[in-house]
T-cell receptor, first 111, second 112 residues
Framework: EAGVAQSPRYKIIEKRQSVAFWCNPI?????LYWYQQILGQGPKLLIQ??????VDDSQLPKDRFSAERLKGVDSTLKIQPAKLEDSAVYLC???????WGFGSGTRLTVV | DQQVKQNSPSLSVQEGRISILNCDYT??????FLWYKKYPAEGPTFLIS?????DKNEDGRFTVFLNKSAKHLSLHIVPSQPGDSAVYFC???????????FGAGTRLTVKP
């Protein structure tokens, strides 16, 4: 069974530029999550989708972050414009009941 | 929003000994708890889980204990091996939507 796919693995951008991350969840997993993991901290939930609907985006900085999951499968997370403090690993995860899978993450460096 | 806490950022043990990683939570709605292991440059991988209706779950060298009254769980690794060296995250979830929260992680180092 294929796991959660994420791309790119690494991205370096200058502040005020925009960036987008892509995630393909495990087949059949209705719930998709985007987490932000800053160095030395645990993953923090940014947004959670159930199929193509948003369940929780309370911790998403909506002035600069956006995410969509139009067909209830793949998802993209966008940051525009990026700030230095956005440097982190962005993890995508998916779940069905108590079965979970995580992608390898995208390491974003904002300079 | 620190609903799940891992108060020890690091732990070092000798090969063959027991490793005990601790986790505390504040949200009494959590009904499912998981431990993940993470190597550098990789995403977290599932290790072991426990439902709130149980107080112990064992899988080979790994055992998770849940103390609901104390809102505390622990992961025991016996015997510890150098390959167990990684960052271990405690996570808790609840509800139909599987709302999951993570602790900050504990870096385990197992010395040969």
């Amino acid at each position: 069974e294929a796991g959660v796919a994420q791309s790119p693995r690494y991205k370096i951008i200058e502040k005020r530029q925009s960036v987008a991350f892509w995630c393909n969840p495990i087949s059949g997993h209705a719930t998709l999550y985007w987490y932000q993991q800053i160095l030395g901290q645990g993953p923090k939930l940014l947004i959670q989708f159930q199929n193509n609907g948003v369940v929780d985006d309370s911790q998403l900085p909506k002035d600069r972050f956006s995410a969509e999951r139009l067909k209830g499968v793949d998802s993209t997370l966008k940051i525009q414009p990026a700030k230095l403090e956005d440097s982190a690993v962005y993890l995508c995860a998916s779940s069905l009941s108590h079965e979970w899978g995580f992608g390898s993450g995208t390491r974003l460096t904002v300079v | 929003d620190q609903q799940v806490k891992q108060n020890s950022p690091s732990l070092s043990v000798q090969e063959g000994r027991i490793s005990i990683l601790n986790c505390d939570y504040t949200n009494s709605m959590f009904d499912y708890f998981l431990w993940y292991k993470k190597y550098p440059a990789e995403g977290p991988t599932f290790l072991i889980s426990i439902s709130s209706i149980k107080d112990k779950n064992e899988d080979g060298r790994f055992t998770v204990f849940l103390n609901k009254s104390a809102k505390h769980l622990s992961l025991h690794i016996v015997p510890s091996q150098p390959g167990d060296s990684a960052v271990y995250f405690c996570a808790a979830s609840w509800g139909y939507n599987n709302d999951m929260r993570f602790g900050a992680g504990t870096r385990l180092t197992v010395k040969p």
